[in-house]
DNA sequence: GAGCACTGC
């Protein structure tokens, strides 16, 4: 093993420019309120934030907007609101709202609150998740949600007129949604001037805010407030030359870590499953050359695909002389923290989701973190103790690093969001105030797709159907489904393939031969025409005939009373499955509400894919002779991904409509099923037309 | 014969 020359800059001090973590605002109070009210009061005045308070509410009252530049542990989401709540903010019926990206964070710092302000959670202190509104309409003054929660109230009280404060936290983040409220929150401040916004943002990008706040506004109205944190100081250590496999680069400085270095987890950034995979194999093998008395380790792989059991074992607290070795993807970034941790290993990548609205591609690719993000991966040293954490590239690269991961905005299907900002009420799109704007063609591409599905009319306004489907909480193309099952008598079947292609990654296939039983119990659920669709070899299906995949393992997961015994039997992922279940159940109600029927096509194969079709009709293929198949849009070479069922398999016809397409090696469809030819021009093109006119 | 960054309504 060669000694390695990480070269680490002479005034570290990174303390300053790290950035804050996300859900854990330290400062936990720790104990139930045993202690009485008194004790957690003290607790929350030695806080960092608490020496700021009245500066905060001085520039909440007097400004319309206080962008808060806050670093971990200092308190902001668990205590900002609370300042609001005891100033008064929360009077009359006011509601103080605090929005985070992820549900998680909503839940448990709305526990954390509630116990601080001395009530039960859902009393004064609630939160609003999907399938989960534990909060009280008239008693709750605090509520913690996610922002796609807060959006979605938009639809219903276009000025958010219950809340008298809004705060987006984790807004660095840029989700989605974040940005989506962002613009129409600025908007609603127009009319409702007394509103007031509080955005919690990181160093870098808290310029950035300030400038959207007062562009067009009064220079005035906005302001930015630092906080100190409470992090731990993190070196940071760069490599001298870049190296050339960065997955046997992070196993060399593991080991050295290891070596060098007392007692502290580690933690390792890679990209996908494949490079984790590889790097726990290296690692493993060199473990027979641990010199004796040397620390143990224990190598751990970390990211969304594996099961929550999977998942918890990096939280096993380790023994003396033992040293976890984490290899993690992102979800580690942010998602999820893990205390302990006291050397992060960075490869200086991640793969990320991009969008091409000109051939409807999404793509999944590796690109370089950006500086933001190193700097947050870093941070995850120092949540206990002072860390270091060694990026494996040279500084010269940091410096060249984007400073920011683009938006999600400008990266994403715009459909469904548009969709819901017509319904809004936001119809001139060049005109709405983007933080980030999406490009031109994105826009241009999804008003198309809305036209062409009849959601949007010649006017650019909804239509009846449009309007409805905007309320819908699930993808434009499916709600569409939905609708016209109403014409082939098959709703309670479309609304189980609804819920199940809502969720990802229902079957578990973990990696090989565990993974080759798994594929049988796959089988077991699968047959002839498809994913949507499949024939026989039902054994759990109450109508044979319509064996789809999703049908059969939805209805034999309800069946067997939706055990997790049952599925880790069947390779099904139980919360995968039990999600399902709360999609359908809700997506079920907007189905009731649109008096839309809930028949069965008591096995009429032909008529459930027929109403696939009706969604998909911008989605066929036409499988040729080397097993690939044809766009019909483009007529461009599409693989089948190998979950399909039809992998290996030519559908009869020849003809299939898929759900997604995605580009990774090779350009993949996914989640398909067999068709005929003409159904694409009867089922998508009719529809087409009679609802635009309509 | 071959593959799965991460959220959210």
Redesign the pocket.
Known sequence: MSTLTFWKPGTAGPGSTLDRATEEEGNVVQSAPSHGSLSIQAQRERLPIWQHRQKLLHCIEKHGVTIVVGQTGSGKTTQIPQYLLESGWASQGNVIACTQ??????TSVAIRVATEVGTLLGDEVGYT???EDVSDKERTRICY?????L??ETLIDPLLSRYSAIMIDEAHER???TDLLLGVLKKIRRKRPSLRLIVSSATLDARSFLEYFTSGTHPDDATIVSLEGRMFPVEVAYLQEPAPDYVRKAVEVAWNINLQHGAGDILIFL????EIERCLEELTELLPTLPRGATQIIPLAL???LSTEEQLRVFNVTERGMRKVITA???AEA??TIDGVKFVVDSGF????TYNPTTFLAS?STVPVSQASAIQRAGRAGRTSPGICYRLYPESVFASLPTSTPP?ITRTDMT?PILQLKSLGIDDLMKFEWVSAPPAESILRALEGLFAAGMIGDDGLLTPIGERVAE????VNIARMLFTSKDFNCGEEILTIAAMI?I??A?V???GAP??IA?LERRKFTAEEGDHMTLLNGIFSPHPKVDCLYLVAYNAFTKYGRSSSWCKAHALNFRAMSRAVSIRSQLKKYMIRFNLPLQSCEGDAKRLRQCLVSGYWRNGARWVADGTYRSVKGNKTLYV???SVL??RKPRTGWVVFHEV?E???T?IRILSEIEPDWLLDYGHKYQHRHAAG
């Open positions: 990206p992820r549900r998680v964070a909503a998740i999907r399938f949600m996610t922002d796609g929660m959006f979605r989700s989605l949604y990209t996908g499953r494949e990211h969304a695909g993807t992102n979800i998602s999820v991640v793969k990320i989701r999944l999600e469904t819908c909480p699930i993808e809502s990802q990654d079957f296939i973990p990696d993974g080759a594929e991904h190998p979950t992998f290996t995605e990774t090696k090779r993949q």
